[in-house]
């Protein structure tokens, strides 16, 4: 020992009281810096213990709700088929046949608007059938397997109501909601768009309305009219603010900031064609957009 300190005084200069606090803590430097690779190799010996781990599955599994096929009844344990026609079956003979309550009201609904099963395929067609449910159904479906004659010749069991035809431009939700296919929210965004816009001046632009379908348009087309001469509100170009051009359909942000600029740099517009001259104004907007604008001048220009 003493010719460890001898050695470490002569090689590092220290004194003997440096010498001695330096034989203590080394030792203590030693152990600080094995000890975690020693308590790493210990901890991976033992067994894994998951116990925690397991009851915190156990309860998140518990607050599970676990997807249920839409069309079958999983509740009912006791499910017996019968021979049933989906065009008269009540929502109770259903239930009991082992459909989902929303699948039996699905049902009924088709038949209250007027839908109507002519052979036992057309079940399918209820969004939300399962095939296998549907499998096990089949024989007990009291509708033939084909029909040879086309079902467009075929007439309902119950038949619509004749709409008369009503003017599209002064139509309320009311009136729409009265059309097959259309409900209280797409009857809001027809009559949304067409204030928005100043009027339909054709049916095509029912194709700019969120959500309407070809079927829909359809519809509106065979039992609404728009008006030969009907002149569509229009806006003065010359007049309006940037922030009332912008919510028109046809024109938005962008192109309203433009047509602003444009009017600060050259003055009023002189005609309708020029807004031409503004150069992010394709021409396909400006032959949507030329019925609904219109440009009248101070007197005093």
């Known amino acids: 020992m003493n010719r460890l300190r001898a050695w470490i005084r002569n090689f590092f ?14 030792p203590l430097l030693i152990i600080i810096l094995l000890a975690e690779p020693v308590y790493q190799f210990w901890q991976a010996k033992q ?22 096929k ?39 609904n088709y038949r209250a608007k007027g839908g109507r099963f002519y052979q036992k395929k057309d079940l399918q067609k209820i969004y939300g059938m399962d095939s296998s449910f549907f499998q096990q159904l089949y024989p007990f479906i009291d509708l033939p397997k084909t029909i040879s004659v086309p079902i467009t010749t075929l007439k309902p069991a119950i038949s619509r109501k004749a709409v008369e035809k009503f003017d599209l431009n002064i139509a309320d939700t009311t009136q729409l ?12 965004r027809i009559v949304s768009y067409r204030d928005r816009l100043g009027g339909f001046i054709s049916f095509g632009q029912l194709h700019e309305v969120y959500s309407l379908d070809s079927a829909v348009i359809n519809e509106l087309k065979n039992k ?4 030969p001469q009907f002149i569509p509100h229009q806006l003065n170009i010359n007049r309006i603010t940037e ?9 938005k942000f962008k ?7 444009y ?21 396909l907007t400006f032959q949507k957009l030329k019925p609904y604008i219109q440009v009248t001048q101070n007197s005093g220009n």
């Open 13 to 26: 200069g220290f004194s003997q009281t440096e010498t001695n606090a330096f034989l203590i803590l080394l």
């Open 47 to 68: 067994p894994p213990d998951f116990s925690n781990e397991i009851k915190e599955l156990d309860s998140l599994t518990a607050t599970f709700r676990w997807e249920q």
């Open 70 to 108: 839409d069309s079958v009844r999983h509740e009912h344990p006791e499910i017996k088929f019968f021979k049933f026609n989906p065009n008269q079956s009540t929502k109770d003979e259903l239930l009991q046949l082992g459909f989902a309550e929303a699948m039996a009201n699905r049902i009924v």
């Open 177 to 188: 909601i009265s059309l097959f296919g259309i409900g209280t929210k797409r009857a809001e």
């Open 224 to 227: 609404t009219f728009i008006q």
């Open 243 to 251: 922030k009332e051009l912008g919510r028109h359909p046809y024109i």
């Open 255 to 261: 192109l309203a900031k433009a047509i602003s600029a």
């Open 263 to 283: 009017r600060f740099q050259h003055g009023d517009f002189k005609s309708v064609d020029d807004l031409k001259k503004i150069s992010i104004l394709d021409d």
